[in-house]
């Protein structure tokens, strides 16, 4: 499929760790390296760049998930400093913004799992639904534990701490198993159906008509998934589940994606950039469960399109980029900031088309 990429405006901030959603032709995107700004963009008036809209009135956080459902905009979990901790938790409070007044409510509900790092949609008029989530209680207690110890004075406790933390099995991290299902008129919650794939964080979520594709992400820290996940809805709770042929990284074996930018171009399934750690796979299958100890990270430019059942490179990204915002619009795929290989945020905002 040929590919064209325009540049926008530039974000107002460097931008990673970060939330957006689309309604109608307008973007908005902030939290995460943003703080608690928030922009907007008219994609009838690109000339005019991000405007600011009302802050956010949350604590500041990464990793949240956001949700566009009518005129509203929703925003569930992340990691954060919460008002009555010392240290960062994963976060179980709901907020809405409304898109016609320019105003933020914090909602009275709360998350039933942590949605830290989750993947979430609109499946229905009011109806979103979840993948994925940091297990609230085992990641509180770790960043609790490793918070407390002085990384200069006592550098060997600390490593233990962390090599303890990041040596455990996929499943013992306890991360969300479940969809979950969020009503926007009642504000409950209910699980959906059990996801019988291991739990993600940090997936790439590609919604089409019915079908939700998840891309790799994670299934522990540092080790990602390699599966590419369909799941098509129909009338009721009646979920199809299957899985779609993995992205192939040749000659390279392929370590999976987390902090992918994906979404639709020309109707199609597009991917691109995304970071891994290279070896991580190969510890795995030889069970050292700390899979990415001593191995170096990757940011991958590479952009892939599902086209003939098969996913095939067709271009690449500016630079090797990840954890960034990526939303599908009429014209393509609006690709916002995110991290490059230096670890450093990006302003950068582009069109592939």
């Avoid at 007044?101 to 229905?124: D, H, R």
């Avoid at 590419?228 to 000659?251: A, C, M, R």
Wanted: hydrophobic content about 40%; charged content about 20%.
């Amino acid at each position: 499929m040929p590919l064209s990429m325009v540049s926008y405006p530039d974000f107002p901030d460097a931008i990673k760790n970060a939330v957006g959603a689309r309604i109608d032709d307008r973007i908005f995107a902030g939290l995460g390296t943003a703080g608690k700004q928030f922009y907007c963009l008219d994609l009838n008036s690109i000339e005019l760049g991000w405007q600011s809209m009302a802050p956010f009135i949350g604590v500041i956080r990464n990793d949240a998930v956001m949700v566009a459902s009518g005129n509203s905009i929703w925003v569930f979990s992340g990691a954060g400093l919460d008002e009555d901790s010392e240290y960062t938790q994963v976060l179980t409070d709901v907020y809405r913004f409304d898109v016609t007044n320019n105003q933020w409510e914090k909602i009275s509900s709360k998350t039933p799992v942590g949605l830290l790092g989750a993947s979430g949609c609109e499946i229905a008029p009011g109806k979103i639904a979840f993948w994925g989530g940091y297990n609230k209680a085992l990641f509180d207690d770790f960043l609790a534990k490793i918070g407390q110890i002085d990384a200069t004075l006592d550098p060997e406790k600390h490593q233990a701490t962390l090599v303890e933390f990041m040596s455990m099995r996929p499943e013992q991290y306890g991360w969300n198993q479940d969809i979950w299902l969020f009503d926007c008129e009642t504000l409950q919650w209910r699980i959906l159906t059990a996801n019988p794939f291991p739990a993600n964080c940090g997936a790439s979520l590609i919604q089409h008509d019915n079908q939700i594709v998840l891309v790799d992400g994670e299934i522990k820290p540092g080790l990602r998934s390699t599966e590419i996940k369909q799941f098509t809805f129909h009338s009721g709770d009646k979920v199809k589940i299957n899985t779609l042929p993995s992205i192939e990284h040749s000659p390279q074996e392929h370590e999976g994606l987390a902090g992918a930018y994906a979404g639709l171009v020309k109707g199609q399934y597009v991917v691109a950039g995304g970071a891994f750690f290279v070896g991580s796979q190969k510890q795995a299958r030889e069970k050292q469960w700390y899979t990415h100890q001593g191995l170096s990270k990757h940011y991958a430019d590479d952009i892939w399109c599902f086209e003939d059942q098969q996913w095939q490179r067709i271009g690449t990204l500016p630079v090797g980029q990840a954890y960034g915002i990526s939303i599908t619009s009429e014209q393509g795929l609006v690709i916002i900031g995110g991290e490059n290989a230096k670890g450093h945020a990006l302003q950068s905002c582009y069109l592939l088309g």
